[in-house]
């Protein structure tokens, strides 16, 4: 089964810092991979998203994320942290059946974001 | 509309009473989407629809949840003898034809709980 892990439940960074907000994934195949953002009170927001192609993929509100096949990684970074990047942060794959790809997202437990003024 | 609405945005309910939750989604998107996030967990899936027809309903946890979508365009899910299991946001989402794939706009959610 496709699965995602976020193994931080929280990151600290200061303001101006670079981040890291990092992703596992398990699947059979070829991985379609997603970040979404949570902030209080508000709908999920899609961040960026990987399907093939370049493996450093660029998304919206100056963030990245680079996909590592060998480390079946997909974290997602920014050079530089903002006060208003705090909010939580899930990684999620497509999910796959016999069928071949479906329309359902699996999501990661997510991971809080905190940046310091 | 600019989103996706939900409503109610809160709603308690006693233990064994019937709740229903509406979504607005995108005008025109074709697919809807409801997911169940519980406290401190990611959305899980729960069912899908393309224009009326529910597609996928295997999330679904019980035969006390159910959703529909009859015209194509507002959805609701309801769940009936409610659970204290059952509390959690309940969010719905949209995509048109032309996103790319799983690129889902979401509301705010529903936050249900059980007493």
């Known amino acids: 089964a496709q699965s995602v892990a976020q193994p931080e439940d929280q990151v600290n960074v200061a303001e101006g810092n670079p981040l890291t907000v990092k992703c596992t994934y398990s699947v059979s195949g070829n991985p379609y991979l997603f970040w979404y953002v949570q902030y209080p009170n508000r709908g999920l927001q899609f961040l960026l998203k990987y399907i093939t192609g370049d493996n450093l993929v660029k998304g919206s509100y100056g963030f990245e994320a680079e996909f590592n096949k060998s480390q079946t990684s997909f974290h997602l970074k920014k050079p530089s942290a903002l006060v208003s990047d705090s909010a939580l942060y899930f990684c999620?794959?497509?999910?796959?059946?016999?069928?071949?790809?479906?329309?359902?997202?699996?999501f990661g437990t997510g991971t809080l974001l905190a940046v310091q003024p | 509309g600019a989103g996706v609405s939900q409503s109610p945005r809160y709603k308690v309910a006693k233990r064994g009473q019937d709740v229903a939750l509406r979504c607005d989604p995108i005008s025109g998107h074709v697919s809807l989407f409801w997911y169940q996030q519980a406290l401190g967990q990611g959305p899980e899936f729960l069912t899908y629809f393309q224009n009326e027809a529910q597609l996928d309903k295997s999330g679904l946890p019980s035969d006390r949840f159910f959703a529909e979508r009859p015209e194509g365009s507002v959805s609701t899910l309801k769940i009936q003898r409610t659970q204290q299991e059952d509390s959690a946001v309940y969010l719905c989402?949209?995509?048109?034809?032309?996103?790319?794939?799983?690129?889902?706009?979401f509301g705010a959610g529903s936050r249900l709980t059980v007493l």
């Open positions: 989402a949209s995509r048109s034809t032309l996103s790319g794939a799983n690129v889902l706009t």
């Open positions: 999620a794959v497509r999910d796959v059946n016999y069928g071949g790809a479906t329309n359902k997202l699996i």
